[in-house]
């Protein structure tokens, strides 16, 4: 398995990942990160929520959409 234990990961921008099964993977520089689910239709999406990176863990997930946001001190 390679990186974030997938197989198959896509680099879809400079911080942005996708996996084989759609899991979106953002690396972030903050521990605490926003999520609306980015979509480019407004009906789209989910409501803004603001989530914690746990230091120890390195990541968290959109409750919502599931996008995993994984801190990476820069």
């Known amino acids: 398995y390679g990186i974030y234990g997938f197989k198959t990961i896509v680099k879809v921008s400079e911080d942005i990942f996708m996996n084989e099964s759609d899991t979106k993977f953002i690396k972030v520089?903050?521990?605490?990160?926003?999520?609306?689910?980015?979509?480019?239709?407004?009906?789209?999406?989910?409501?803004?929520?603001?989530l914690q990176i746990n230091e120890e863990k390195g990541f968290v997930s959109c409750p919502y959409c599931e996008t995993k946001f994984i801190f990476e001190d820069k």
């Open 29 to 50: 520089s903050s521990l605490r990160v926003s999520c609306d689910g980015e979509t480019n239709s407004s009906s789209e999406g989910h409501p803004l929520v603001w």
